[in-house]
């Protein structure tokens, strides 16, 4: 799997756009980028998912350059309900419909009042 | 999470007894996945199931075995716990698609 690097940490004010970066140089063609976000210590929550395109859903949007060596993920308006910690991941997709995803150690978001 | 449980939530056991962890789906997902986490790992996969009896291992799988007898359900278990297994459990599922995981709420396990 291509590694990822993001910040360990950010802050963002409340109602603000939160722009979180990742870096994937080593991506290969057919490798996805997954968002994963984990609030305190629940379960991780899947955000969003995309290959080429920028996507956009009802948690948030996905920018990924054209060269895909980085993404950024877009939570427009952000609520204190999104203090967590972000994970960008690369997953080839393995032709079984599984995805092993690894997990690194993700951006630890601050929304500040 | 709705269609996915974990049990038990929190357990303390003692060092060398045998420990059992369920993870119940009620999704009809073919794929499961134990990890553990702990402070400064982040989430590792610890084994895998790509179907009813068809599991495979994953990056931290010593000391660990698991079983899946049926779609619905993925066990995970430590036959002689140790205190190095002290750590919070996840499971996940996804079906084919790769339309991501759903994960569990996860089971804090203590080894003492």
């Known amino acids: 799997d291509a590694k990822t690097t993001q910040p360990p940490s950010m802050d963002c004010a409340e109602g603000r756009a939160a722009n979180l970066p990742c870096n994937h140089s080593?991506?290969?063609?057919?490798?996805?980028v997954y968002w994963y976000r984990q609030i305190h210590s629940q379960g991780p929550q899947y955000i969003i998912h995309?290959?080429?395109n920028n996507e956009t859903n009802e948690m948030a949007s996905l920018i990924i350059t054209e060269d895909r060596k980085s993404s950024t993920l877009i939570l427009p308006h952000a609520t204190l309900r999104d203090t967590a910690v972000y994970y960008c991941?690369?997953?080839?997709?393995?032709?079984?419909?599984?995805?092993?995803?690894?997990f690194g150690k993700g951006t630890k978001l601050s929304v500040i009042p | 999470d709705a269609g996915i449980t974990q049990s038990p939530r929190h357990k303390v056991t003692e060092t060398g007894t045998p420990v059992t962890l369920r993870c119940h789906q009620t999704?009809?997902?073919?794929?499961m996945y134990w990890y553990r986490q702990d402070p400064g790992h982040g989430l590792r996969l610890i084994h895998y199931?790509?179907?009813?009896?068809?599991?495979d291992k994953g990056e931290v799988s010593d000391g660990y075995s698991v079983s899946r007898s049926k779609t619905e359900d993925f066990l995970l278990t430590l036959e002689s716990a140790t205190s190095s297994q002290t750590s919070v459990y996840f499971c996940?599922?996804?079906?084919?698609?790769?339309?991501?995981?759903?994960f569990g709420s996860g089971t804090r396990l203590t080894v003492v």
């Open positions: 996940a599922i996804s079906g084919t698609g790769g339309y991501g995981y759903t």
């Open positions: 080593t991506i290969s063609g057919n490798e996805y």
């Open positions: 995309g290959l080429k």
């Open positions: 991941i690369v997953r080839a997709y393995s032709g079984a419909g599984s995805y092993q995803l690894t």
């Open positions: 999704e009809n997902h073919r794929y």
């Open positions: 199931s790509y179907g009813v009896k068809d599991t």
